[in-house]
């Protein structure tokens, strides 16, 4: 059985930072893309940011310069270095791992906030 575990969301101030990880059982994330998606209150779920199997990033133009993907293949696992939130950051977080088939997490809250 395949499973994404997200976690590291919670409640912060803007400005302030957070770091998701995603750890992956039932496949190895070595050859797949991943990627994690953030979904707000009423709107669509969106692209933050991808990392190919051969380690190329891309970002939305929101979080770039803000936001770092990493992976790390021995640890099957995914990350998302979140700095300099803002509110407009806030949502749900998802990792999502795509090659032959496409698999997400559960989701992981963020919540930037005053």
């Known amino acids: 059985q395949v499973r994404l575990v997200e976690s590291g969301g919670g409640l912060v101030q803007p400005g302030e930072s957070l770091r998701l990880s995603c750890a992956a059982s039932?496949?190895?994330?070595?050859?797949?893309?991943l990627g994690w998606y953030r979904q707000a209150p009423e709107k669509e779920r969106e692209l933050v940011a991808q990392i190919n199997s051969s380690g190329d990033t891309k970002y939305d133009d929101s979080v770039k310069g803000r936001f770092t993907i990493a992976r790390d293949n021995s640890k099957n696992t995914i990350s998302l270095q979140m700095n300099s939130l803002k509110p407009e950051d806030t949502g749900v977080y998802y990792c999502n791992a795509h090659w032959r088939e496409n698999y997400w997490g559960q989701g992981t809250q963020v919540t930037v906030s005053p």
């Open positions: 039932g496949i190895g994330v070595v050859y797949y893309n």
